[in-house]
């Protein structure tokens, strides 16, 4: 039936892909972005929305896609989103606004994430910036961390003509954006350095190579220098292990150091100073987006992958649309299977790791089946590397040194979900500061809410 499926997006041959860096998805042209945009159904209560964790008009941006009115387009979604052009391209859009579609009850939903990108594309290649606020208000706010969470609070909150200044602890900003998410994903220069610059048209400054907790205090942004509020957005950046034996091996590496050192240091390229271990046999540990990105990198850089889950398919945490290129890039999946030990060679230097075999019993407290082991099913493979991807939590370096910051037995800190509000008067938080590892786009809602908590807050003082 017409309209039922969607245009097919175009991506790189998994051959050709899996010797390169450059992005896997090609995007929509204009005309297969105003093809597919003629599928909405521009309904009169749009589930979409709802859908979707910074509320975007959706159905209005698409409307002026059909009509082929783009600068239009980004105005609306700018209205809603900071970040167009990276959430077209990471956001889980099948559980969120596609999950929503109409479309998708009897058909295939509309690709509201490839047009998103396609607008947001057409604005930077055309030069278009969102509109900034016509003047200051006269008070200052402070950021902690330029990642999805603090580029929108600081963006929310200069459109409402607040005096905002990021503060960043590594050498360049974008957070995760930078260092976590490869570049055939997330391209650097072209999409996050322009969504940044973006951000900073709207007024905002950012200052990077600032570690809070170190360099200055939270209480000090309040007391020495005049902030009247301060936004936490620092991510969740400290990686946790197994505790298995052999994990002290050179060549095990946490998802975190393995991609930074890629994605931030440029480790891939011959010419940077910022060499990794480029195992020849890698072993992923782990099922989710982070576990996929660090595989496929570990691919491009020349190795065999193994991604180890102890868990089935259907209950891999990552996006569909990861795990299908991962398999068709040529990464092995052994799935229902836990690594025991690390096994190290005389020189300290991985060799391999010993495997359980897992089965499925009951659901846990969550609703997920319980992985249980199989006694007697323990077999070595052969790897120069592994990679542990299982989760990060916040570096309680903030925590630690904020005078009256609530925090839980996890290190996050504690917040309302509706204005971010934390146990610190004037002190907000969002993102996975506070919800421990989660996607861009929930950080992204948690730095939109916080905008409007502080915004409320300061339009009482």
């Not at 089965?359 to 990679?387: K, M, N, Q, W």
């Amino acid at each position: 039936m017409e309209g039922m499926t969607r245009v097919p997006v175009r991506e790189q041959d998994p051959k050709v892909r899996a010797t390169n860096f450059e992005e896997v998805c090609l995007g929509y042209n204009e005309e297969e972005a105003v093809e597919e945009a003629k599928r909405c159904l521009n309904c009169k209560n749009p589930l979409c929305v709802q859908g979707c964790p910074v509320s975007i008009n959706i159905p209005a941006f698409i409307q002026q896609v059909k009509e082929r009115n783009f600068e239009e387009a980004y105005q609306i979604i700018s209205e809603s989103s900071a970040l167009p052009a990276v959430c077209g391209r990471v956001c889980p859009q099948e559980s969120q606004c596609e999950g929503k579609c109409i479309r998708g009850i009897k058909g295939e939903p509309v690709s509201i994430g490839k047009l998103e990108r396609f607008v947001a594309d057409w604005a930077r290649e055309n030069g278009i910036k969102p509109k900034k606020a016509e003047k200051l208000n006269g008070h200052k706010v402070a950021v902690i961390g330029s990642g999805p969470a603090g580029l929108t609070c600081a963006g929310d909150l200069a459109k409402l003509g607040y005096e905002v200044t990021i503060f960043e602890a590594l050498h360049e900003a974008g957070g995760v954006l930078s260092y976590g998410i490869p570049e055939f994903r997330l391209p650097k220069t072209k999409v996050v350095s322009a969504e940044v610059e973006n951000v900073k048209s709207l007024g905002v400054k950012i200052e990077t190579n600032v570690v809070i907790g170190k360099s200055t205090t939270i209480d000090q942004l309040i007391e020495d220098e005049g902030f009247e509020a301060v936004f936490i957005g620092s991510g969740a950046g400290l990686p946790r292990f197994m505790g298995i034996p052999g994990e002290q091996a050179n060549g095990v590496f946490s998802a975190n150091e393995f991609l930074t050192r890629n994605n931030l240091m440029k480790a891939f390229m011959d010419g940077y100073d910022t060499p990794i271990s480029r195992g020849k046999k890698v072993v992923v540990v782990g099922g989710g987006n982070v576990a996929m990105d660090a595989a496929r990198t570990a691919l491009r850089l020349g190795a065999e992958v193994h991604v180890v889950y102890r868990r089935g398919e259907a209950e891999l945490p990552a996006r569909v649309e990861e795990v299908h290129h991962a398999k068709e890039e040529g990464i092995i999946f052994d799935l229902l299977q836990n690594p025991t030990e690390i096994l190290v060679d005389d020189n300290g230097w991985v060799k391999g790791i010993r495997i359980i075999k897992m089965e499925l019993g009951e659901p846990d407290e969550s609703g997920r089946r319980s992985p249980v082991e199989i006694p007697g099913s323990e077999y070595e493979i052969e790897a120069d590397t592994v990679i542990m991807s299982l989760g990060t939590s916040p570096n309680p370096l903030i925590s630690s040194t904020t005078k009256g910051l609530e925090t839980n037995r996890r290190k996050c800190i504690v917040a309302t979900e509706d204005t971010g509000a934390t146990s610190k008067e004037g002190v907000y938080a969002g993102g996975d500061a506070v919800t421990g590892a989660a996607t861009v786009i929930l950080a992204m809602g948690a730095g939109k809410a916080a905008a409007k908590g502080i915004d409320a807050y300061l339009s009482t003082k």
